[in-house]
């Protein structure tokens, strides 16, 4: 029996929730929070929104007009009473904090059940980028990069916390796996053009390549800000099998997540070991 309730206890399921963020932080607030309702709605434990939840923009004055630090953001409180009504784990993918006069952090917060922030994460890789077409980013101009990588225990497992480029660099999965996740978090807002290009590859690579769940929450759609990003939010196995997709309009997918499969994973292909 006591063997039983242990694999019942590494069950949950999640939920990627797809948003098409725009420039209204309120706005995009609002929308978070009815996407997690309907995700809490169909039994979600564990709810990730995308990268850019609040505010999705460009222009560096109205980004910086818009947003709060953390202990006074009008958002992240929302979401944390949010936690606490529903009773779930909500990870607000990223939001932008505002660290200083003009400085500003890519921000993820884990939220627990009780409303209490379990882990924040601060994304590390800054997408500068000349795309073909003219498209152009300069995220390190608007953003402060972290330096330090996060695990957070969840009741069913251990989660390894990320943001969108980050999933360009295997060497920090593959320290989260090694910290024991089994379940790793990608929010996203990848753009369409490198969204249609490497976007599942590159998922599903991390998910094999650790032997992790990956759940991966994106922005889809094109957005008051003018950008177009690729949507195709993802809940991969350790196996790489898809097990859930999105197309790009914005929604709830969910799956049932057993997280003894990672451990078989890594079994059959000890890579992390070897």
């Known amino acids: 029996d006591s063997q039983g309730d242990v694999d019942a206890m590494a069950q949950f399921r999640a939920a990627a929730i797809q948003m098409r963020s725009g420039l209204s932080v309120e706005a995009n607030t609002d929308e978070a929070v009815r996407l997690i309702r309907a995700a809490a709605a169909e039994g979600a434990d564990y709810a990730l929104t995308p990268e850019m939840t609040t505010l999705l923009s460009l222009d560096r004055p109205s980004l ?6 953390e202990e006074t953001d009008p958002s992240l409180a929302r979401f944390r009473e949010l936690a606490r009504e529903l009773g779930i784990h909500v990870h607000i993918g990223s939001m932008p904090i505002l660290l200083g006069e003009a400085s500003v952090a890519n921000r993820s917060f884990l939220i627990d059940p009780d409303g209490a922030i379990l882990a924040h994460y601060d994304k590390i890789h800054m997408f500068d980028v000349d795309l073909a077409g003219g ?5 390190s101009q608007l953003y402060r990069p972290g330096d330090t990588a996060v695990t957070a225990d969840l009741p069913w497992t251990r989660l390894g916390l990320s943001i969108c480029y980050d999933v360009r660099f295997p060497i920090l ?5 090694i910290n024991g996740a089994a379940v790793l978090a990608i929010p996203a807002a990848f753009t369409r053009t490198t969204g249609e290009a490497h976007w599942h590859v590159l998922i599903r690579s991390r998910a094999i390549e650790t032997g992790s769940f ?3 929450a994106a922005q889809g759609g094109h957005h008051e800000d003018g950008r177009d990003t690729y949507g195709h ?8 099998k898809i097990v859930a997709e999105a197309g ?4 709830v997918i969910l799956a049932d997540i057993d997280t003894s499969a990672s451990a078989t994973a890594r079994q059959r292909i000890p890579a992390l070991a070897n």
């Open 64 to 69: 910086l007009a818009a947003i709060s630090p």
């Open 135 to 139: 498209e152009s980013y300069r995220e």
């Open 173 to 177: 999965y593959h320290a989260l796996a």
């Open 214 to 216: 990956v759940i991966a």
């Open 233 to 240: 939010s993802m809940i991969v196995d350790p196996w790489g």
């Open 248 to 251: 790009t309009e914005p929604g």
